[in-house]
């Protein structure tokens, strides 16, 4: 800051910016943790291992397994899609994908709600194949690639912009095709973006709430994801099992940062 | 598979790069579109069918209902405030991560990314132990509209911040010097030099930060609860689909949806703005590729040239 | 308003930029401050301006020392090798800006911006916008932006080093120009010898963080303190202790005592000089420049043998350069004494 304020002025900033950061974000965290722990390890712990606790914890997991490889593949082939071969679709395909970014959760897990109800468009067909979208997992995964959609991409055509085509067009000349160019040239250019973007997107699927609540119905034991759980075991007045089910998410949280930093890191180098 | 392989780039298509793995461009397009529909459009679609399925003197009485004004005047309010607040403490915070140095600073810039991280609904229930009923401070503002904007700040921090840390990164140290050789203070250099090329950027944040707070759910849910006055449009939602009222959930979700549609233009309008007088930025802007800001990494460097004569 | 720099010392954690730098900047002249990459001079050159700060020593502007006043009071103009363009503002808000904070009237601004841009050749472009100007364009709305202000001194870092070859040497005439009919004194810094002698009245060569010599162009050139100095400011070849000038370099057909065997090894062409290399028998590679016509007396080809003469040579053993001086008589000559050969412009 050598050219601008004082040191005076330079105090007030740090005191008014970092105050502000324990006060909304370093405090309510650390009390939580302890609030969680303040009558022991038990109380959450049982809580989180009951039978709904585990359910919701591996609901969640599972999601995690379908929703992000899923929204990777999309991610990396919509880059390419979007960097290499741009058409004068592009900027729709754009716009639509930042959707996710804007819409509110509810919004989106009603839209799920009424598409794959039995009013909807697809509801009555796929019920009669005896597929069952709405509470149970395929609704879940469904809202959460929705949610999740744009991570890979945003974070994988940066990258794709940067490194250029020569690369590619080096190994053609030396005789590489498509796939050989792709595996050998591309993906290892672009992997610290797209570990990023799976970062990010497994975050978001983790921690998503609103849209989930709407089409699962939130059913314990059966169609609850660990922040649903969290909801419930509140509303029920549990406090353990609520605080202990978000400190784990809360520490899955922090593991996510403590990545996100890491890579972000390497994005950089 | 490539049938020439060799074949370098003919120069009147600019065909930059590499044709997709084993699929071919129109292939890959296809999915991309199919999945896109599936995914996104179809179920907005059939939410938007809804939604005037009685037709549209019911889809705006739906919307125009007491309760729905008063959580949508509440919403707006809340989030006009929020991005304020956020707006100027975020450029604080971008600021000191950037040009400041200070212990711990590599965890701070890490823990901005908090409310991106956790759970919303978690962040509902760590915000009421800290201002809620048993709050060891001491302040109560559980299920009162202070706890919406709480809320609301908590979680649209990092938007701001990461959207000006990358601009202030890349920020020509040099215009400021010239500045400062040209005898501008401190305060005239930041409202003269800095503030105008960082405005965009700060717009762009802005503007995505509101479109996150006139949606947020989770957080808002247990802090600030289900009060006729402290209900925001994404629970008075909720209330509807709950009483089975799903025309009427459906015409308020889609007042929300045009809205976010709209941020996103001017996010995107934002952008194209502040590329106006930069060449690096402006080739992705060209390229109709928005650039999101997610986290404080440093912006993609394209190449410059800068002996253009 | 002449410049001193005294026992200036300047590190960058491990790295000692500058080390004990004294220089004397007098009032009105046109100095170069020429060293190679990490030799220091921009360092100095930012320390006059107060862009960075000392760690010890003083800066003294019309002798008085500003070493703690901030850039903003010290009335200095500053040029960016890379413009530092105000981008988000016009060529003539640019130019403006110093009169605008200084709260001066918008006619004034007005007559003094329009008077400038006429001067550095950018009329009609006061509403452009830098990113549509030419590298050329941008260095001179930069030092019009500069000059606006009626600076004391006006320093430039590397002004040329972004733009291509053909308009470095334009803009390096106009700026000669424009120091004569302005007179502020200014200093410049460049790592391009040919710039500097071109352009200033007085260089001060530095290396390694330190002023190595500082003089006119001639006593540089002539008169090395160091070897350093002789290979940075001219080109130089070097045969065991010696220190020769290429066109101190006599090339003959005839050996004898005062010659030294050489194969020809590659003629080239470059503009209106040739430039002759040899090896010489211990591996040595030299080389000696030439005339069309010398060239063509001597039927020099790829491969022969010639022999080579120091008319001039220098040597630095120990803290006093020596001189010697060819001890042969070219053919024809009168004299018998020594031979004189004029330095020819590089």
């Known amino acids: 800051m050598s050219v601008s304020s004082g040191t005076a002025g330079r105090w007030s900033l740090r005191v008014l910016g970092l105050g502000y950061i324990l006060l909304l974000l370093l405090l309510p965290l650390a009390l939580i943790f302890y609030k969680t722990f303040e009558d022991g390890i038990s109380p959450p712990l049982e809580a989180i291992t009951s039978e709904n606790g585990m359910h919701a914890f591996k609901l969640t997991l599972i999601t995690v397994a379908i929703a992000v490889p899923l929204n990777t593949i999309f991610g990396v082939i919509c880059s390419l899609l979007l960097v290499r071969h741009k058409s004068r679709g592009s900027w729709l395909i754009d716009a639509v994908i930042n959707l996710p970014f804007a819409i509110s959760p509810i919004v989106i897990g009603l839209s799920l709600f009424l598409l794959y109800g039995s009013n909807g468009w697809f509801g009555p067909g796929l019920e009669e194949a005896g597929i069952k979208i709405l509470f149970s997992t395929p609704g879940i995964v469904l809202a959460c690639i929705f949610v999740s959609l744009p991570f890979v991409v945003r974070e994988t055509v940066p990258v794709l912009q940067e490194i250029g085509t020569e690369q590619e067009q080096a190994a053609s000349t030396l005789g590489a095709n498509g796939w050989q160019t792709f595996w050998r040239i591309t993906l290892p250019a672009i992997r610290w973006g797209v570990a990023y973007g799976v970062v990010l997107t497994t975050a978001r699927v983790l921690g998503e709430f609103g849209a989930v609540t709407i089409v699962s119905g939130s059913i314990s034991g059966q169609t609850q994801t660990l922040p649903l759980f969290v909801a419930k075991e509140y509303e029920n007045f549990s406090l353990p099992g609520a605080f202990g089910a978000s400190v784990v998410l809360a520490l899955l949280a922090l593991a996510t940062l403590l990545a996100m930093n890491l890579l972000k890191r390497k994005e950089d180098a | ?309 | ?346």
């Open chain 3, 1 to 346: 308003m002449g410049i001193s720099v005294e026992g200036a010392n300047k590190s960058f954690g491990d790295f000692q930029a500058l080390n004990d730098v004294a220089i004397e900047v007098p009032d009105g002249s046109l100095t170069a401050l020429l060293g190679p990459s990490g030799s220091g001079k921009s360092t100095l050159l930012r320390a006059i301006a107060g862009l960075e700060t000392l760690d010890s020593g003083s800066v003294l502007i019309d002798g008085e020392d500003v070493s703690t006043k901030p850039t903003q009071k010290r009335e200095v103009g500053f040029v960016f090798q890379h413009y530092a363009a105000f981008k988000h503002m016009t060529v003539y808000e640019n130019v403006g800006f110093g009169l605008k904070i200084r709260k001066e009237d918008k006619q004034k601004i007005n007559a003094r911006v329009h008077e400038l841009l006429d001067l550095v050749q950018l009329h009609g472009l006061a509403d452009r916008y830098p990113s549509q100007l030419s590298g050329g364009q941008r260095q001179r709305m930069a030092l019009a932006r500069a000059l606006a202000v009626e600076p004391q001194v006006l320093l430039l870092d590397e002004p040329f080093g972004a733009l291509d070859a053909k308009v470095r040497k334009d803009l390096r005439t106009w700026l000669r120009r424009l120091h004569d009919e302005m007179h502020v004194t200014t200093i410049f810094v460049t790592h391009d010898q040919e710039e500097a002698m071109d352009v200033a009245n007085q260089l001060v060569v530095m290396n390694d963080g330190r002023v190595e010599q500082s003089g006119t162009a001639g006593e540089l050139y002539e008169q090395p303190s160091n070897e350093f100095v002789m290979s940075f400011v001219g080109e130089v070849n070097r045969i065991g202790d010696a220190f020769v000038r290429p066109h101190d370099m006599e090339v003959v057909r005839d050996a004898d005592q005062s010659t030294v065997e050489g194969m020809v090894q590659r003629i080239v062409a470059l503009g209106f000089e040739i430039r002759a290399e040899f090896v010489l028998g211990d591996g040595t590679e030299v080389w000696a420049q030439l005339t069309r016509s010398e060239l063509e007396r001597l039927e020099l080809r790829e491969g022969q043998i010639a022999y080579l003469r120091p008319v001039q040579a220098k040597s630095f053993n120990g803290e006093t350069p020596s001189e010697s001086q060819g001890a042969s008589t070219p053919p024809g000559s009168e004299d018998g004494g020594d031979a004189e050969v004029t330095a020819e412009a590089v």
């Open chain 2, 1 to 309: 598979m490539e049938a020439n392989p060799a074949a370098l780039p003919t120069p009147s298509r600019a065909r930059a790069g590499i044709r997709l793995p084993g699929l071919g461009v129109g292939l890959a397009r296809g999915y991309v579109v199919l999945y896109l529909s599936l995914i996104v459009l179809l179920p907005l679609a059939a939410m938007t069918d809804q939604s005037l399925s009685e037709g549209l003197g019911t889809f705006w009485d739906q919307v125009t209902t007491p309760q729905a004004l008063r959580s949508l005047e509440l919403t707006l309010i809340a989030s006009l405030i929020v991005v304020a607040i956020n707006g100027v403490f975020g450029t604080i915070l971008a600021w000191l991560l950037v040009r400041d140095e200070f212990p711990c600073k590599a965890a701070i810039n890490a823990v901005i990314d908090l409310p991106f991280a956790l759970p919303t609904i978690v962040a509902s229930l760590i915000l009421i132990q800290l201002w809620g009923p048993n709050s060891p401070l001491g302040v109560d503002i559980a299920v009162t509209k202070a706890a919406v904007v709480v809320a609301l700040l908590f979680v649209t921090l990092p938007f701001v911040v990461r959207a000006v840390q990358p601009l202030l990164i890349e920020m020509d140290r040099e215009m400021e010097e010239a500045a400062a050789s040209l005898g501008a203070g401190g305060f005239t250099i930041f409202r003269r030099i800095i503030f105008p090329n960082l405005l965009p950027g700060l717009a762009a944040g802005v503007a995505l930060a509101f479109a996150r707070a006139l949606g947020e759910f989770g957080s808002v849910l247990l802090f600030a609860g289900g009060l006729p006055d402290t209900m925001v449009s994404s629970v008075y939602i909720r209330q509807l689909i709950e009483t089975g009222n799903e025309t009427g959930a459906a015409a308020v979700s889609v007042v929300l949806l045009l809205a976010s549609v709209a941020l996103l233009g001017l996010v995107t309008l934002f952008q194209r703005w502040g590329s106006r007088h930069e060449r690096s930025t402006a080739t992705s802007a060209a390229a109709g590729v928005t650039v999101m800001p997610l986290s404080g990494e440093e912006p993609a460097k394209t190449r410059e040239d800068d002996e253009r004569e």
